[in-house]
């Protein structure tokens, strides 16, 4: 089982990636990893660029599929969805065009603005920090702590555009 979103830590995903790398081996191949992706996360917990890296480094290790543990909370995770939907059918897509593609597919005149309301979570939730297996879950506090005042503002900014434009 896996947590990547803690792969913001390069300490973290190296010793993920060497227990991957000995259960293909273990395995003879046949290796599915388990993951989870918001987590239950009450605020978005957005990282879709390195879920892509991920989802390709698994491949290139050998690992066959990957199954993500979640629960439908499309406010807070749908870009994520429905990017890694895309990905696992074919991993070399273009992430940012995978994400210009949700943000125009979806909020229509109202897209510069989400995909910078979205923009902004990636930054935020790859700050650096150690990685820490299940950080935030059940906690409100941890996951509050991952926003500045200047952040909400600009992330309220953001819907308030979008509103306008909607």
Do not use: C
């Not at 089982?1 to 293909?24: C, G, I, M, N």
């Amino acid at each position: 089982t896996r947590d990547s979103f803690q792969y913001h830590d390069p300490e973290y995903l190296a010793v993920d990636l060497e227990a991957d790398k000995r259960w293909v081996e273990v395995t003879n191949g046949n290796l599915y990893r388990y993951d989870y992706y918001s987590f239950g996360w009450l605020v978005p917990r957005y990282y879709p660029h390195r879920l892509a890296e991920d989802i390709r480094r698994m491949r290139d290790i050998g690992v066959k599929g990957i199954m993500a543990e979640d629960g439908p909370i499309w406010p807070t995770v749908g870009p994520s969805y429905y990017i890694v939907s895309k990905l696992w059918w074919d991993p070399d897509r273009d992430v940012d065009e995978l994400i210009d593609e949700f943000h125009t597919t979806l909020f229509g005149p109202a897209a510069a603005p989400m995909a910078r309301y979205w923009n902004r979570h990636e930054k935020l939730w790859l700050k650096k920090r150690p990685g820490k297996w299940f950080e935030g879950l059940s906690n409100m506090t941890t996951q509050a702590s991952m926003f500045s005042a200047a952040d909400l503002a600009y992330l309220d900014q953001q819907f308030a555009e979008a509103h306008k434009l909607a």
